[in-house]
């Protein structure tokens, strides 16, 4: 193993340079190949629970309760680290649906998309599902870090945000971004405060710097020394003598160092009026920090260290203001931190949250995964049951849709016309990013099972546009011209399907009965 660096603190470690340079380099490809997890984080039902979450701090702040707000003037929603897009772009649809209650009251959001990768931000400007919302100034996008200095400057509208330039609070949504930025590392507990100072090892073939291929040959050891006030600032020091005086066992805490200067920052730009609202892997409780396997780092692509919300919580509240979180075993870690303000100031806020605890969104996961382990196939009703449940998650079609298929066209009337409203609805919140799967085609495929052969022709081709020529979809697309007597149609698309396959049995099945009853007096 080849010493990299060694005696840093963990956020000054050079993992974080090769972090940034991975988000980077990769850009949109970190998701649609799949590499890096996001399909909980971006699911409908935290897009929608978060919407709502935005509305109910609005309408707080609007009785006059909460923060003032300036009818008429947006209200700036700046997302961090937004990767594919897809929340934002489901949040914004949220609150679309709503358009009719907040625009009578003057509350008009502007969400902004913000990451550090360039082709990221390129891929955003270019999307046909964003364009509607670029159009009418609901979306900005900001090639940017919290964690620099440059001012946030929005590419669309040229508005540069600086400190205390909002007129209004400022609503901030994180998803694994807490856990992807800089953390420290201290060992605490029973009067004790240790730093952990790292050294930074690499098995990684061959010398030089490290590369953000290497992650997974990256190790850090670490030693610890008593510090006294880490940081030099009041409230992050007091947290850090917090955790060492009433921890009645030794724990290796992370503070994430990077996400609380980011928050900070962002609470300068609204004057220190703003609603955080962070969902990661990570704990709510310190007792979850035990030993020192929180300061190794998780590789899924880029890496990840366990977010220490407690600290977050602790650092908001100690600064006058209050925070939510979901239920300590959750499956990922749900939170929201208001500037300022106290639960009592935030009553809709509040009861929204008490209803979010007990119906957590994303543990609608445990459900599924349940049913993913069965192979049998489903009916049309539980099919139509799950898509609902999930809000229209499209990954249901995914994951079911070989299942539920063969059960389709027997299916009544009602059953399948229920699917297809079902099915339209997750269709809207299907939003592109690359990905190799066919998803397109698998919605043309039950869309022509239910009967609706206008909508299957229309998601074929869309399915061609993003995919490119396939034989089945040619024969699919013939099997329909088929069943609506056009057989000259059908016969010139069973053709394109065998120029694509000669040997495709069904394509040669079907032209010849395309031929025969063409033929038939
Ligand atoms: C784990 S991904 C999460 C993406 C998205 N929020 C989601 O849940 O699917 C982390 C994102 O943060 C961005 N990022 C990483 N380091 C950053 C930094 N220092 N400043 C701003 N964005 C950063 C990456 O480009 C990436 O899009």
């Known amino acids: 193993m080849a010493v990299v660096q060694s005696d840093v603190r963990l956020s000054e470690c050079l993992i974080w340079d090769l972090q940034r340079k991975y988000y980077a380099k990769k850009g949109p490809e970190a998701w649609s190949t799949g590499t890096v997890p996001m399909w909980i984080t971006n699911h409908p039902r935290l897009a929608g629970a978060f919407a709502q979450a935005a509305v109910s701090f609005v309408l707080d702040c609007l009785r006059g309760s909460g923060h003032p707000i300036r009818a008429g003037e947006p209200i700036h929603v700046v997302e961090l ?18 358009e009719h209650v907040l625009g009578p009251l003057g509350v008009r959001f ?5 990451d550090i990768s360039k082709s990221t931000v390129k891929g955003w400007r270019k999307h046909e599902q964003l364009a509607p919302f670029f159009a009418s100034g609901q979306l900005d996008v900001a090639c940017w870090s919290p964690l620099d200095d440059a001012p946030l400057t929005l ?7 600086v400190p205390g330039s909002l007129a209004n609070p400022l609503i901030v949504i994180a998803n694994y971004f807490v856990d992807t930025v800089a953390t420290d590392l201290f060992r605490v507990g029973q009067g004790a405060l240790d730093e952990g100072r790292v050294t930074l090892k690499s098995s990684a073939e061959g010398q030089g710097k490290p590369k953000p291929a290497d992650f997974p040959h990256l190790s850090c050891e670490y030693e610890y020394v008593a510090v006294d006030a880490a940081y030099g600032d009041e409230l992050l020091d007091d947290l850090l003598r917090w955790y060492a005086d009433n921890l009645d066992e030794t724990y290796h805490v992370p503070i994430p160092i990077g996400a609380i200067r980011a928050l900070r920052r962002l609470e300068d730009l609204a004057a220190g009026r703003m609603l955080v609202r ?9 007792s979850k920090f035990g030993g020192e396997e929180q300061g190794t780092p998780v590789v899924h692509g880029s890496l990840s260290f366990d977010a220490n919300f407690d600290a977050l919580r602790r650092l908001f509240e100690a600064d006058g203001g209050v925070s939510y979180a979901n239920h300590p075993r959750a499956h990922l870690s749900l939170v929201a931190l208001v500037s300022k303000l106290r639960a009592t100031d935030l009553p809709g806020l509040s009861a929204m949250w008490a209803d979010l605890v007990l119906r957590d969104p994303c543990e609608h996961h445990g459900v599924l995964q349940e049913i993913q382990k069965g192979k049998d196939k489903i009916k049309p009703r539980l099919f139509t049951s799950l898509l609902r449940d999930s809000a229209f998650d499209p990954h249901i079609v995914s994951k079911f849709q070989s299942r539920v ?24 919140q299907h939003f592109y990013i690359g990905e190799d799967e066919d998803i397109e085609f698998l919605f043309a495929a039950l869309f022509f099972a239910i009967g609706d052969y206008d909508r299957s022709i229309q998601l074929y081709d869309v399915s061609r546009e993003r995919h490119g020529e396939h034989h089945v979809t040619w024969h699919n697309i013939g099997v329909i011209s088929l069943r609506r007597d056009r057989y000259d149609e059908a016969i010139a698309l069973f053709d394109k399907s065998l120029a694509l396959k000669p040997d495709y049995a069904a394509a040669k099945k079907n032209r010849a009965l395309a031929v025969k009853l063409k033929g038939a007096p």
């Open 81 to 98: 680290g937004a990767g594919t897009g897809r929340f934002g772009f489901r949040f914004l649809r949220r609150i679309e649906a709503l």
């Open 110 to 114: 502007r969400y902004v998309l913000t």
């Open 155 to 161: 590419e669309v509208s040229g508005e540069r945000l």
């Open 278 to 286: 962070l969902a990661d892997k990570g704990a709510l409780d310190p």
């Open 405 to 428: 298929l063969p059960n389709v066209e027997k299916a009544g009337a009602g059953a399948r016309e229920k699917m297809r409203l079902a099915l339209e609805t997750a269709w809207e």
